[in-house]
């Protein structure tokens, strides 16, 4: 089972405009959320994180919204730019189990110029 | 800097046939990683290694093995290769010094089972 969901496969915006990631996950175990950006023939990189105690984290133009309640968190860039077109994934870890990180399908961003 | 080193990049098998997958990472970390992904799905952790000479099952293990001889190598080995191994591999690391140390991940290994 998928613990971890992206529902929405692509997304398109235009440049200046904001993107809105989501993700959805079923384990309220989970306590600890990154969201990963990958270009294509590369690995995962690391982009943002989020710890279950807060509901915002910021860095630059990524924000990292979590709703526990909803089980719902999300990923907004602003301004997008055309080099943040990429698959983005959401995962997330549950206390005392770092090793064991599950993450959603993903969704491809494309940000028009 | 090279980080984590996935060799080969690409690969092609019959059924049946056994190979094995190279991770090397130079950051010194504890904790390795070999993920599989599949299209329309996220990755899922194969094994895990915590330290030198220690591993452990993930998610989807049938099918593969792994050791951990080296702190710096992490190898994969299918023994039997299966259309169902069909997939591209991510191997990864990270450190022990926090609870939620972001994972490196190496470029990928994708591997065909014919």
């Known amino acids: 089972d998928q613990q971890v969901k992206q529902n929405s496969p692509s997304l398109s915006v235009q440049e200046g405009r904001i993107s809105i990631l989501n993700c959805d996950y079923t384990n309220s175990m989970f306590d600890y959320f990154l969201w990963y950006k990958k270009y294509p023939a590369e690995g995962p990189t690391f982009l943002i994180s989020?710890?279950?105690?807060?509901d915002k984290n910021e860095d630059g133009r990524f924000t990292v919204f979590l709703n526990k309640s909803a089980k719902h968190l999300s990923l907004h860039i602003v301004p997008s730019q055309p080099g943040d077109s990429a698959v983005y994934f959401c995962?997330?870890?549950?206390?005392?189990?770092?090793?064991?990180?599950?993450f959603g399908a993903g969704t491809r961003l494309t940000v028009k110029p | 800097n090279a980080g984590v080193t996935q060799t080969p990049k690409f690969r092609v098998l019959k059924t049946g046939q056994s190979m094995t997958l190279l991770c090397a990472q130079d950051?010194?970390?504890?904790?390795m990683y070999w993920y599989r992904q599949d299209p329309g799905m996220g990755l899922r952790l194969i094994h895990y290694s915590v330290g030198e000479g220690t591993t452990a099952k993930g998610e989807v293990p049938d099918g593969y093995n792994v050791s951990r001889l080296k702190k710096q190598n992490f190898l994969l080995g299918l023994e039997s290769a299966a259309p169902s191994q069909t997939s591209v591999y991510f191997c990864?690391?990270?450190?022990?010094?926090?609870?939620?140390?972001?994972?490196?991940f190496g470029d990928g290994t994708r591997l065909s089972i014919l």
């Open positions: 950051m010194n970390h504890e904790y």
């Open positions: 989020i710890s279950s105690i807060k």
């Open positions: 995962a997330a870890i549950r206390w005392g189990v770092n090793n064991d990180m599950r």
């Open positions: 990864a690391s990270s450190s022990r010094d926090r609870q939620y140390q972001p994972q490196h």
